[in-house]
T-cell receptor
Framework: DTGVSQDPRHKITKRGQNVTFRCDPI?????LYWYRQTLGQGPEFLTY????????KSRLLSDRFSAERPKGSFSTLEIQRTEQGDSAMYLC????????????FGSGTRLTVV | AQKITQTQPGMFVQEKEAVTLDCTYD???????LFWYKQPSSGEMIFLIY??????QNATEGRYSLNFQKARKSANLVISASQLGDSAMYFC??????????????FGKGTKLSVIP
């Protein structure tokens, strides 16, 4: 297992378009998290799943953002009707519940909205 | 109030010297964990070191050590014998609570470290 994979690495889209990002966690990890990182800031928590259940989604930035993890393995993050302010790095991480610090991040998807 | 404060936007260190990156935190939860991550220009967040609030000893991992001063609520990262490859952004983060519901990391704004040959 090579770690957390995110696809694509970079995405350029026109304002108003929908985009979807994929995250493949470490296979034995049952928790999956999405974070957003804007320029000059640390990552900001968006949502998390335990297996296929989305246990926290109140931090999603607006109703244009949604995430799924249908079979408890990979996850997708969708942004509808993108705005320039959505330009950021979107990071995925995974962990095993009960582990204090086994939190592994992927390399992120950098979104640019033009 | 910010939960994690990193007051040094940028730091320079000479190769082979030691450097300390500052981090202070704010929480009323007695159980918490503190993390340091390195983020090179490639974007990946690389875990460096972890300190639990109940740990008696300061954490160490190779060239990284965490100077944990609980009463002052500080968790400074010390990098010994700096290498050119250490040039990156460094983030301090905290997870509050020790139960099964503890999941979210709160990050500081980071410190950009530049190692000079």
């Amino acid at each position: 297992d090579t770690g957390v994979s995110q696809d694509p690495r970079h995405k350029i889209t026109k304002r108003g378009q929908n985009v979807t990002f994929r995250c493949d966690p470490i296979s034995e990890h049952n928790r999956l998290y999405w974070y957003r990182q804007t320029l000059g800031q640390g990552p900001e928590f968006l949502t998390y799943f335990q297996n296929e259940a989305q246990l926290e989604k109140s931090r999603l930035l607006s109703d244009r953002f949604s995430a799924e993890r249908p079979k408890g393995s990979f996850s997708t993050l969708e942004i509808q009707r993108t705005e320039q302010g959505d330009s950021a790095m979107y990071l995925c991480a995974s962990s095993l519940s009960g582990q204090l610090y086994g939190y592994t991040f992927g390399s992120g998807t950098r979104l640019t909205v033009v | 109030a910010q939960k994690i404060t990193q007051t040094q936007p940028g730091m320079f260190v000479q190769e082979k010297e030691a450097v300390t990156l500052d981090c202070t935190y704010d929480t009323s939860d007695p159980s918490y964990g503190l993390f340091w991550y390195k983020q090179p220009s490639s974007g990946e967040m690389i875990f460096l070191i972890y300190q639990g609030s109940y740990d008696q000893q300061n954490a160490t991992e190779g060239r990284y050590s965490l100077n944990f001063q609980k009463a002052r609520k500080s968790a400074n990262l010390v990098i010994s014998a700096s290498q050119l490859g250490d040039s990156a952004m460094y983030f301090c983060a905290m997870r509050e609570g020790g139960g099964a519901g503890s999941y979210q990391l709160t990050f500081g704004k980071g410190t950009k470290l530049s190692v000079i040959p």
